[in-house]
């Protein structure tokens, strides 16, 4: 799939020269002194780097998500999570609150500035007491003759402290639960206001902040869209807070990967270089693997966007499964480079601090995984929230059937057989994962709604994540045979995963159903025996020397 046109690749390649010029030098001044100084926003600005998609009116450039997931991979290119999560969060996790759903005068006083970069933005969620569980926030706002006033506290916001103004998730009526829910753009220097900067682990350029607020009074007018309908701007928005990740964390593990490469390929141990020890080699292969079919993935879920399709599900599980691989490739590339890994000469001890935050902001693995079960075992539908942007939203269907038996037909027919292997496999999880479904849903009506066990549930919706993802990628080679210049390699990595993959979903399933006295009594006994004839005929090892040597020797 081609999602990059001419005009892409100068923009790609104006923006990566500007940051190696105007960021790269600067990041580890600016980690140090835990400041970015905002005159880089400015020059930013100034350059059209904000706003892309955000109409000419106030100073965007009106231009389709894939530019946005450009300014994500090169920003992720940089290694440096705190200089990222900044415009992120302006660009993607608060300004678009304004522009979907608030006023005309709201967009007109605070978007030409985010776009300008004249302005920093946050969003304000969390609270000591409410994280994951959002709509238990206690910070209230109560209407009084011409002004909301605020009273309680945040934590963890981002931009927080310098910061020019937050979209503040409040309590409009305590009582009415989410329906109680509002979103308020409050102004960072007004009165009542008091902030506290927060010692983080990583991400050190960046300003975390808890926020107090003791009868701050905003007017009724910066109230955004309509009173107690927060919380359902909130979880629209999330969507796109989540997807941003995807570009972002892929290319960062690209950045892992290649300097791991180099350093390997000049380390010597043992009278060679390090690159040559196949444990390391097989290593690469895999990591390299699980990142070929998450970019495959994250490029497919950023497509649905751009097309104006709302998918719950695929950014939820796109989340998941990038900041769950982000975190292990920065262990694993880190102990590529040994004692060096572990100093601040070198790439990896940045990425590996930096990393750690991707499984817990913006909605943590547990909270995707239930999100995800209940999508997929509850059958849940997430609507879109009607805003007041016209959308280009598209009639074409996100579940399109990607290996259905017709592509499969045609593979087996080629010489791509491995291809038509990788198909089968994940064929037989998908199989697998709807009986598993079947069964605990079955479970469920006869014993109580409630039984089936969270484990399982979180079980079930990483494994149909694992298996969506390799379906894209597997898609993704199958729609472009003729234009892929490594298909080998993307082939192999693509049957290499696809057999790991129907070998968990296999057993991990087989153990959802129970006991059993023999294993011919066992529901998935056909699959089960079925699966192992496919794996001892396939070898992993060959695989992985496959790869390997593919990635190596080209490096
Ligand atoms: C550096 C940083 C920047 C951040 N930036 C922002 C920001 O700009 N704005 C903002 O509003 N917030 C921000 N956050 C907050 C972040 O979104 C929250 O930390 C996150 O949502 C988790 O909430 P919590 O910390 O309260 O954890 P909790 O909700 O207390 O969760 C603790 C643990 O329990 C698990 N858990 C909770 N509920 C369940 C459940 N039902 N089932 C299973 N497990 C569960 C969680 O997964 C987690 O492992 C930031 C956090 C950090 C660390």
Not at 105 to 126: E, H, N, V
Not at 326 to 334: N, V
Not at 374 to 397: A, F, G, T, W
Not at 474 to 502: D, G, H, P, R, Y
Request: proline share 2%.
């Amino acid at each position: 799939m081609k999602y990059f046109n001419e005009e892409h690749d100068l923009f790609r390649q104006s923006l990566r020269e500007f940051l190696s010029r105007e960021v790269s030098p600067n990041i580890e001044v600016w980690e140090k002194a835990g400041k970015i100084p905002k005159s880089i926003w400015k020059k930013m600005g100034d350059m059209g780097f904000l706003g892309l998609s955000f109409p000419e009116k106030y100073g965007g450039s009106d231009l389709d998500f894939f530019f946005e997931v450009i300014f994500n991979e090169e920003l992720g290119r940089l290694n440096c999570g705190g200089f990222i999560i900044t415009q992120q969060v302006v660009q993607y996790m608060s300004a678009p609150y304004i522009y979907k759903y608030g006023s005309e005068q709201l967009k007109d006083k605070y978007l030409p500035g985010i776009i300008s970069g004249d302005l920093i933005s946050c969003i304000g969620i969390t609270e000591p007491d409410a994280g994951s569980d959002t709509k238990n926030i206690q910070t209230k706002a109560e209407l009084i003759d011409n002004h909301y006033v605020i009273n309680g506290s945040k934590t963890f916001i981002t931009n927080g402290i310098y910061g020019d103004f937050v979209i503040l998730v409040v309590k409009t009526d305590p009582k009415a639960g989410a329906k109680g829910v509002s979103l308020l753009c409050v102004d960072l220097d007004l009165k009542g206001i008091t902030k506290n900067k927060i010692n983080k682990l990583g991400w050190h350029s960046s300003d975390t902040a808890e926020l107090g607020f003791d009868n701050v009074k905003v007017p009724k007018e910066n109230l955004i869209g309509e009173e107690g309908n927060g919380f359902y701007y909130l979880m629209n928005g999330l969507q796109l807070e989540r997807l941003c990740f995807l570009p972002s964390n892929v290319a960062t593990m690209e950045y892992a990967l290649s300097e791991s490469l180099n350093y390997m390929s000049e380390r010597k141990a043992f009278g060679r270089t390090i690159d040559k020890f196949d444990v390391l080699r097989h290593r690469i292969s895999q990591l390299s693997s699980e990142l070929e079919a998450i970019k495959a993935f994250s490029y497919h879920c950023c497509d649905l966007f751009n097309k104006g399709i709302y998918d719950v599900k695929s950014c939820s599980m796109g989340k998941l499964i990038v900041t769950e691989l982000h975190e292990k490739i920065s262990t694993q590339c880190l102990q590529f480079f040994g004692g060096n890994g572990y100093t601040e000469d070198y790439p990896m001890a940045r990425m590996f601090r930096d990393s750690r935050i991707g499984t817990i902001g913006g909605g943590t693995s547990e909270i995707m995984r239930a999100i995800i079960a209940k999508v997929i075992i509850d059958d849940v539908k997430y609507e879109k929230v009607k805003s007041n942007v016209i959308s280009k939203e598209s009639l074409i269907s996100s579940n399109s059937n990607l290996l259905n038996q017709e592509k499969i037909s045609t593979l087996e027919k080629s010489d791509k057989h491995d291809l038509s292997l990788a198909t089968k496999t994940i064929a037989i999880a998908e199989n697998t994962i709807d009986i598993a479904i079947k069964h605990i849903n079955q479970t469920n009506i006869t014993i109580n709604k409630t039984s089936s066990s969270q484990v399982i549930r979180h079980q079930i919706a990483q494994l149909a994540s694992e298996i969506e993802c390799n379906k894209q990628f597997v898609s993704s080679i199958f729609n472009s045979l003729e234009s892929t210049e490594n298909l080998e390699k993307e082939i192999s990595m693509a049957k290499l995963i696809s057999l790991q993959l129907m070998d968990k979903v296999v057993s991990e399933c087989f153990e959802m159903f129970g006991t059993y006295d023999s294993l011919e009594q066992h529901p998935l006994e056909e699959i089960f025996q079925n699966s192992k004839l496919i794996r001892i005929s396939n070898s992993k090892r060959e695989l992985h020397d496959t790869i390997s040597n593919l990635i190596i020797e080209k490096n």
